[in-house]
């Protein structure tokens, strides 16, 4: 299960246009890819693919977050909080917010007022003091930014609907059947938008309406991302290639254009698979044939619990945990550079 939140330290890296952080006190790693923007004027929706290395099926009994670890940013999930999470500091009253980039926020009630001739739930952010959560009677939700950006959520928990606080008209509409988002578009103009296709419940086709710019997702047997692809102008290339090792775990993510990403090692710590080394590599073969003698190393990023080494030349950044400051939710990280 993954138990990352906001005030845990994460340790960021960017590769070809992949986005890679590794949680200093979980271990999780955390990948993200972007794919399409549709755009108007000054309006975009953009579109990204992200995976969690610590997110498993059952993590949440009423709740299944993506598929087998992989989801869009637009997949956003607000649900009550459960014990059997376990999650510390969190208790049953309080609500559960993934993020659309699987940031997972608390949030607790402070008050009660009427809104509209509602009684309204209002809950604040313990990680993060700019958002606020109303809970309507009929079970929808906004949870609202400092900007008065408004994001609803649909009985079941499910992201519906994103208003700008600047100007109301300016919204993204998004559909589903029954749980898998089918589209989303801006409502000025329906055109202005993408469209999901799934086989046997698995995403596998993006197509931004605008101009039939189109995203294909291949799969493993065991249901993991294996390739993603672009078809545009009757032109179809491959964009990323991801491997898994035998426990599946994601080991290796090639980029198809570059023939550069990273691998990664992990160990295995109470029947958990945490990362343990994440080093940048480049094949010399095509990606659909990787093998451990293909890929060539570079740059290394070693993890150990509550420590990372990062090798590039001749500096070592040591981000030690040093010292924890034991509260429920408070903890301190010290960093130092050593020059070898």
């Not at 928990?157 to 008209?169: A, C, M, P, T």
Request: hydrophobic letters at 30%; a neutral charge.
């Amino acid at each position: 299960m993954d138990k990352s939140f906001l005030w845990q330290n994460e340790l960021p890296r960017t590769l070809n246009k992949d986005e890679v952080s590794v949680n200093a006190y979980t271990r999780r790693l955390l990948y993200t890819r972007p794919l399409l923007t549709a755009s108007f004027g000054n309006f975009s929706i953009p579109l990204s693919v992200s995976f969690n290395s610590n997110y498993q099926e059952n993590d949440y009994s009423d709740f299944t977050i993506g598929s087998n670890g992989w989801k869009l940013n637009i997949e956003q999930y607000l649900f009550p909080y459960n014990n059997s999470y376990l999650y510390s500091g969190f208790q049953v009253g309080d609500y559960v917010y993934i993020d659309g980039s699987w940031k997972i926020h608390r949030f607790i009630k402070y008050s009660t007022k009427t809104i509209n001739n509602q009684s309204v739930n209002c809950y604040y952010d313990y990680y993060n003091d700019s958002l606020r959560l109303y809970v309507y009677p009929d079970q929808t939700a906004d949870i609202v930014d400092l900007n008065n950006n408004k994001y609803c959520f649909n009985v079941n928990g499910r992201l519906s609907k994103i208003v700008s606080g600047i100007n109301s008209q300016i919204t993204k509409e998004i559909t589903y059947n029954q749980d898998k988002i089918t589209s989303i578009y801006d409502t000025r103009d329906s055109s202005i938008g993408f469209t999901f296709t799934y086989t046997d419940n698995l995403l596998t086709k993006i197509v931004n309406k605008q101009d039939n710019n189109t995203i294909k997702f291949e799969y493993t047997y065991f249901n993991k991302v294996s390739k993603i692809k672009q078809s545009y102008h009757n032109k179809t290339r491959e964009l990323v290639e991801y491997n898994y090792d035998l426990y599946f775990n994601l080991k290796n993510v090639i980029d198809c254009q570059t023939k550069v990403g990273f691998d990664i090692d992990y160990e295995k710590v109470d029947n958990n698979y945490l990362v343990a080394m994440i080093q940048e590599v480049t094949s010399k073969i095509e990606p659909t044939h990787i093998s451990g003698n293909a890929l060539h190393s570079s740059n290394k990023l070693y993890v150990e619990q509550g420590k990372y080494y990062e090798k590039q030349q001749n500096t070592m950044m040591v981000i030690i945990k040093l010292l924890i400051l034991q509260t429920q939710e408070i903890k301190s990280f010290i960093i130092m550079k050593v020059i070898i």
